[in-house]
């Protein structure tokens, strides 16, 4: 059964700051991994959706890689800023489109 | 492009009555479309896949009686809460995609639910 995890569970920054925020996933064989943004209250925006062939996309001061093999997915975020305050959430298909989330990284970023 | 409605945003109930929710993709077809339930602090768990024109195939632990889902066009899935509960109170978030594409899943922006 596949389970996703993130690590940070919460992270606190000050504006600026690039960082990086973890996603592992116990089952490599997937079929894509997307992650998502959710703000309080509200539903999911995508950001990027990295396919099993591919080992990482971009969006602008967005970056994120897969590692298959190992089971994990990293999304860097450079010159980070207080608009990036959201949860993050990491999702991963294994071929039915039916999603596995992670348990999600509140990030805030300080003005 | 890809845009899925969620009507309503927030609805508030008194228990035991029963509630529904539509999810919408607005400017394409959907032959699927999936329901999650999301409680405060905690990751999207999967209740439901909704195929257009069939019935819905539930996860496990998830009680079809009370989560009814239909979805009747290939722009229309509704779940209807029944006989709501104050355990039934909750995020409920529909997404939808185009099967056979590698698209992204595309959410709507959930539907607050309280059972007073």
New interface residues.
């Given amino acids: 059964k596949q389970e996703v995890t993130q690590i940070p569970a919460a992270l606190s920054v000050p504006e600026g700051e690039n960082l990086v925020l973890n996603c592992s996933f116990t089952d490599s064989a997937i079929y894509?991994l997307?992650w998502?943004r959710q703000d309080p209250?509200?539903?999911?925006?995508?950001l990027l959706?990295i396919?099993s062939s591919q080992r990482e996309q971009t969006s602008g001061r967005l970056n994120a890689s897969l590692d298959k093999s190992s089971g994990r997915s990293t999304l860097y975020i450079a010159a980070s800023q207080p608009g990036d305050s959201a949860t993050y959430?990491c999702?991963v298909d294994s071929g039915t489109?039916?999603?596995?989330?992670?348990?999600?990284t509140r990030l805030k970023v300080l003005a | 492009g890809a845009v899925v409605s969620?009507h309503p945003s927030w609805v508030i109930c008194k228990s035991g009555t029963s509630v529904k929710i539509e999810c919408r993709s607005l400017d394409f077809q959907a032959t699927?479309m999936?329901w999650?339930r999301q409680f405060p602090k905690?990751?999207?768990?999967?209740m439901a896949?909704s195929n257009e024109g069939s019935k819905a195939t539930y996860e496990q632990g998830v009680e079809k009686d009370k989560f009814l889902i239909n979805h009747a066009s290939l722009t229309l899935s509704t779940l209807t809460v029944t006989s709501a509960h104050p355990e039934d109170s909750s995020?409920y978030?529909c997404?939808a995609?185009r099967?056979g594409e590698?698209?992204?899943?595309?959410?709507?922006?959930?539907t607050?639910l309280t059972v007073t």
């Fill in positions: 894509n997307q998502f209250g509200k539903g999911l925006t995508s959706l396919q959430l999702a489109y039916k999603y596995i989330f992670g348990t999600g | 969620q699927t999936f999650y905690q990751s999207l768990m999967l896949t995020f978030i997404s995609t099967v590698v698209s992204p899943l595309h959410f709507g922006n959930g607050r």
